[in-house]
């Protein structure tokens, strides 16, 4: 692919139309797998990798420079920090509570109740900094391929 | 999976090597399912089939899309080291206990204690996310890491060009 299929896949209405249509979809199982890691099969890893693909999709379709638009730079640079600050706050946190480093059964009264919490927060946070990892890497390597 | 690795080896269009790598790592994951791994299939679907794809063809949108040849011809040679090291790897399987086996040393160690203690200690009906969140927390925590490191390293090489040359389009905009 060079730049003038890229250029030349930017153009057609039918991948236009229908990635509009699917990105919703996709950033909805995105969330469904991050929230629902705990009864089915994924979990924030994947979740993140879901909700990425669906900018990177928005990328490929419609220029970086829209996707930039739709999700600044600092945004995700920012949020690459967060999701792994939320991750090691979770273990600070239980550290204060009086607990070992990342021991959720601090976090609430009842032990399974806090493992619940601490798994929902750290699953956010891997979430957070895979998907932001995976925009910032895409956007990287496209945005060289169009100077 | 063994067509793909041909034609992936015998094609030298570049694009077509990318979309044949993607398609392996979907017969991958429809491994995994079939061995009851849905968990780990579903990241091979979505990283390796989905995002290694668009990122490599990212990167043949810097570079060329057409294999180079040598000259010389070093086929004999690597085939040989392949089947030395392929023959290494299966007599090293040969002493392994079969799959799905109850007395395998994995199956004897800690798992016991995870399917039989999680659902009460942890309470989440999926106990693959219970032993990554919870029991291997850290494990988790430093594979962020790695995730996180990754992601700054590329904006260190190849993120910071792209602002510094907006910047000089900028100036010139201004001067002009």
Redesign the interface.
């Known amino acids: 692919?060079?730049?003038g299929e890229?250029r030349f896949m930017q153009r057609k209405v039918i991948l236009r139309v229908v990635s509009k249509f699917l990105i919703p979809f996709i950033l909805l199982f995105g969330l469904y797998?991050q929230w629902h890691?705990?009864?089915?099969?994924?979990?924030g890893?994947?979740a993140g990798?879901?909700f990425?693909?669906a900018f990177?999709l928005y990328a490929?379709i419609f220029g970086v420079e829209q996707t930039r638009k739709a999700i600044p730079a600092w945004v995700t640079?920012s949020g690459?920090?967060v999701?792994?600050l939320l991750?090691?706050g979770v273990?600070v946190a239980t550290l204060l509570l009086g607990e070992n480093?990342?021991n959720?059964n601090a976090l609430a009264h009842d032990?399974?109740?806090g493992?619940?919490i601490?798994?929902l927060l750290?699953?956010l946070?891997?979430g957070i900094?895979?998907c932001?990892?995976?925009i910032?890497?895409?956007v990287?390597?496209?945005?060289?391929?169009r100077? | 999976m063994g067509v793909t690795v041909i034609g992936i080896i015998r094609i030298r269009d570049l694009f077509s090597v990318v979309i044949l790598t993607g398609v392996f790592s979907l017969l991958g994951a429809a491994i995994y399912v079939v061995m009851d791994a849905v968990d780990v299939a579903f990241t091979e679907a979505a990283v390796g089939a989905g995002i290694s794809t668009v990122l490599m063809l990212g990167t043949l949108a810097l570079t060329s899309r057409h294999e180079k040849t040598t000259g010389q011809d070093r086929s004999l040679p690597a085939a040989l080291i392949a089947i030395i090291a392929g023959a290494f790897l299966i007599y090293g399987t040969l002493d392994m206990p079969t799959y799905g086996d109850a007395n395998a040393p994995i199956n004897k160690h800690v798992v016991p204690r995870y399917m039989q203690e999680s659902s009460k200690e942890i309470g989440l009906p999926n106990v693959v996310t219970s032993v990554l969140a919870s029991y291997r927390g850290y494990d988790t925590l430093g594979e962020t890491f790695v995730i996180f490191t990754a992601a700054v390293g590329v904006i260190a090489i190849i993120g910071r060009g792209r602002r510094k040359r907006k910047k000089t389009d900028e100036t010139k905009g201004a001067d002009a």
């Open positions: 692919m060079n730049l890229l797998v890691g705990d009864f089915g099969p994924g979990g890893f994947q990798v879901i990425a693909s990177i490929l640079r690459l920090a999701g792994v991750y090691t273990g480093f990342l959720y032990p399974a109740h493992q619940h601490g798994i750290v699953e946070g891997v900094t895979v932001c990892a995976m910032t890497i895409f990287a390597f496209a945005s060289r391929a100077s």
